[in-house]
């Protein structure tokens, strides 16, 4: 069995990102846990000089593991075996943290259930085993179904709760000890409902145009790039505290296209008038109107990028185009920037490297964000 084969065995969901295999990002999966890392191998693929990123939740949990992180990758003849020893401290540090989590008193318990009883067991979704993590389903106005999640400590009531949902603002709760389930539920309505005018301008939008990404979008999600059409899409950021007001607009496509659209965008801007909707707003000021799911074929704004030939790319779907109006291929940003890097004919400036399209041969530049160290 290859390397490759193995890695995929033991760690599913952690691939290379790049051609060479340098770079890997995904998820590790311990007990039941996902937690997210990459790593970043040097040219010669030695383990003693790589880089591990991870996320907050990973570097909670490695905190004090450190020099045995280290230690692993110095002795580590291979990317696999460094795996294993890593799922195996994972497992340690989870087990240690799960046992160090006091038992709450009894009265935590009868108080649990005397606050769902007031609350309603119709509003209760989810309770894990310890009765430590519940999640309570709510209803705002407008028929729309949310989610909120609370994380009890043994202390309860005495000790906050931690509280998260899948909302586009932090979601602030105030707690006293007198506090209750109802209070956070309470708390929590109040919350949705001063979001709906928000979620009415990001609905209509969900509704009446083809969204290229979110391709699912979360309640919580205020961006949404949508297809104008062939290979030209513009990219909104919703203010949700003023969601009728003019976005954060980004035109994304060929430049002979975009340049007139980012005309009208320039000299229609005073046109915008917060009494309607954003979506009228932005027929009404680039003087466009958008593809309807209705009337048009989706596959009509399928762009497959020209170098993996596939249209996502993890989270990403092709953001660069080729601006010679007679090729306009598409091209995720990651693929062109490995592709321009691996010909000899390019040059490469930091982290831009300019060489030609693969279908045209005309220049093309390609900017990618440096990895954090």
Same mark, same amino acid.
């Given at each position: 069995?290859?390397?490759?084969?193995?890695?995929?065995?033991?760690?599913?969901?952690?691939?290379?990102?790049?051609?060479?295999?340098?770079?890997?990002?995904?998820?590790?999966?311990?007990?039941?846990?996902?937690?997210?890392?990459? +790593?970043?191998?040097?040219?010669?693929?030695?383990?003693? $000089?790589? /880089?591990?990123?991870?996320?907050?939740?990973?570097?909670?949990?490695?905190?004090?593991?450190?020099?045995?992180?280290?230690?692993?990758?110095?002795?580590?003849?291979?990317?696999?075996?460094?795996?294993?020893?890593?799922?195996?401290?994972?497992?340690?540090?989870?087990?240690?943290?799960?046992?160090?989590?006091?038992?709450?008193?009894?009265?935590?318990?009868?108080?649990?259930?005397?606050?769902?009883?007031?609350?309603?067991?119709?509003?209760?979704?989810?309770?894990?085993?310890?009765?430590?993590?519940?999640?309570?389903?709510?209803?705002?106005?407008?028929?729309?179904?949310?989610? +909120?999640?609370?994380?009890?400590?043994?202390?309860?009531?005495?000790?906050?709760?931690?509280? #998260?949902?899948?909302?586009?603002?932090?979601?602030? +709760?105030?707690?006293?000890?007198?506090? #209750?389930?109802?209070?956070?539920?309470?708390?929590?309505?109040?919350?949705?409902?001063?979001?709906?005018?928000?979620?009415?301008?990001?609905?209509?939008?969900?509704?009446?145009?083809?969204?290229?990404?979110?391709?699912?979008?979360?309640?919580?999600?205020?961006?949404?790039?949508?297809?104008?059409?062939?290979?030209?899409?513009?990219?909104?950021?919703?203010?949700?505290?003023?969601?009728?007001?003019?976005?954060?607009?980004?035109?994304?496509?060929?430049?002979?296209?975009?340049?007139?659209?980012? /005309?009208?965008? $320039?000299?229609?801007?005073?046109?915008?008038?917060?009494?309607?909707?954003?979506?009228?707003?932005?027929?009404?000021?680039?003087?466009?109107?958008?593809?309807?799911?209705?009337?048009?074929? /989706? #596959?009509?704004? #399928?762009?497959?990028?020209?170098?993996?030939?596939?249209?996502?790319?993890?989270?990403? +779907?092709?953001?660069?185009?080729?601006?010679?109006?007679?090729?306009?291929?598409?091209?995720?940003?990651?693929?062109?920037?490995?592709?321009?890097?691996?010909?000899?004919?390019?040059?490469?400036?930091?982290?831009?490297?300019?060489?030609?399209?693969?279908?045209?041969?005309?220049?093309?530049?390609? /900017?990618?964000?440096?990895?954090?160290?």
């Amino acid at each position: 069995m290859t390397d490759s084969s193995l890695l995929i065995q033991e760690c599913p969901m952690l691939l290379p990102v790049n051609k060479d295999k340098t770079i890997y990002d995904g998820f590790i999966t311990v007990q039941e846990n996902d937690f997210r890392i990459r +790593i970043l191998l040097p040219s010669d693929r030695q383990l003693k $000089n790589a /880089k591990l990123q991870s996320c907050w939740r990973l570097k909670q949990l490695l905190q004090g593991y450190q020099h045995i992180i280290k230690q692993r990758l110095q002795h580590s003849s291979d990317l696999v075996s460094f795996i294993l020893e890593l799922k195996t401290v994972l497992e340690v540090a989870v087990k240690r943290r799960q046992v160090y989590q006091p038992v709450p008193p009894p009265q935590y318990y009868s108080r649990l259930i005397g606050e769902m009883e007031s609350l309603g067991w119709d509003k209760l979704l989810f309770i894990d085993t310890e009765f430590r993590t519940l999640k309570l389903k709510a209803e705002d106005s407008s028929g729309r179904q949310h989610v +909120i999640a609370v994380k009890l400590k043994s202390k309860y009531p005495a000790e906050a709760p931690e509280c #998260s949902a899948d909302l586009p603002l932090p979601l602030n +709760i105030t707690w006293t000890p007198q506090g #209750s389930l109802m209070s956070i539920h309470g708390q929590f309505l109040a919350m949705l409902e001063s979001l709906q005018e928000f979620w009415a301008v990001l609905d209509e939008i969900d509704e009446k145009t083809w969204v290229l990404e979110p391709e699912k979008p979360p309640r919580g999600a205020t961006m949404r790039r949508i297809a104008i059409g062939n290979n030209v899409s513009i990219k909104l950021e919703i203010d949700n505290r003023h969601p009728k007001m003019l976005p954060e607009c980004c035109l994304l496509g060929a430049e002979h296209v975009v340049t007139p659209l980012r /005309k009208k965008l $320039n000299a229609n801007m005073h046109l915008w008038n917060p009494e309607c909707s954003v979506l009228q707003n932005l027929k009404d000021v680039l003087e466009i109107e958008f593809p309807s799911p209705t009337t048009h074929e /989706k #596959s009509n704004f #399928s762009m497959e990028c020209g170098i993996c030939y596939s249209y996502r790319l993890d989270s990403a +779907i092709p953001e660069q185009v080729c601006n010679d109006p007679r090729c306009g291929q598409p091209f995720h940003q990651a693929c062109l920037y490995e592709w321009l890097r691996s010909l000899p004919s390019s040059r490469q400036s930091f982290n831009i490297v300019f060489g030609e399209c693969p279908y045209c041969s005309k220049p093309v530049t390609v /900017k990618m964000a440096l990895p954090k160290s």
